[in-house]
């Protein structure tokens, strides 16, 4: 029997393929199906900060001049709204919960520390199983001293961790000055898992109208050699496990992260492009090659091919020039 049972968010889930937190994750019907093509685990669509702010401004900038009379009256709208989105998300908690039986993780996007703390704890309270964070700042600011965006990072876990008692996962991005030191450095704060790394948005520019414009929402299929690289150059370091995220868009390529180290991984541009059924097409395939293998379950070949203290670690670590890239 091929057993794909494997571990993240700090529960067994029954395959590594994990519906990663988008648009599609933030509806009962969709997260239904997720469930019924065998995905391990759903992450909810993130409950944004931005998105909030984003519609204060709507409300604030829709009222007449001159309506806006005090720091009290932005308060209470932002208070208004905050609670009104909030509401929203734990209902979708609860009624996520109540629709499927694998874990259903709830998504928190931290801009800024302190007020979404308290979010955490209501998220549990509505029935999460794990609280998923997703963490990022540009790190774009120079009159900030050395290592303060890292500490951000620290304060977050901290002061989640001691609100709530789910289960903690990060989610992340590759920019760090030292970023294998910062990974390990996280991994050892008792969160149960990371994913590496966060697909952002990123702006591009219009050379006809000179101006800033979003480039494409979904990623492409060979966006995943970079989480590979580090996935494989750290599983033998990191004290929690590893999950990864972008550029999935191949069984084959679930495979090979979970051959770099990976627990699990996170879909989502591929849910998009090729429909929520890839999840068991994904789950069927890697069986095949398991069965082929010899593999009865995923802990028989995960992190075969890290790089560990057997291994070299030059084909990871390599950089520059290589045989291929001399042949052009
Ligand atoms: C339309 C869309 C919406 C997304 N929304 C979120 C979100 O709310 N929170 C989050 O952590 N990631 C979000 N993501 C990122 C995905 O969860 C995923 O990590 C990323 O897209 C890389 O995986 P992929 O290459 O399979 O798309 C979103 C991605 C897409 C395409």
Redesign the pocket.
Known sequence: MTNLTTRFFGINIQSPVIA????LTGSVKNIRKMAGNGAGAV?L??I?EEEIRHELDKELESRPPGDIHSDEYFDYFDYILKEKNLKKYMELIREAKKAVDIPVIA?I?CITSAEWISFAHKLEKSGADAL?L?LFVIPSDISQPDGSSERFYFDIIEKVKRHVSVPVTL?VSSYFSNLAKMLVDLSETGVQGI?LF??FYMPDIDIEKEEVIASP???KST?YLSPLRWTALLYHKMACPLAA?????TSQTLIKFLLAGASAV???????KEGIETIQRFNEDLRVWMKNKGYSSIDDFKGKVAVDAHTSARAFERVQFMKHFGEY
């Open positions: 990663a937190s988008c648009g992450v669509k993130s944004f998504s996007n998923e997703n989610k994913t966060n697909r929402a979904l990623s966006d995220t972008t550029g999935i868009h996170q879909v989502s541009s591929v849910l998009y």
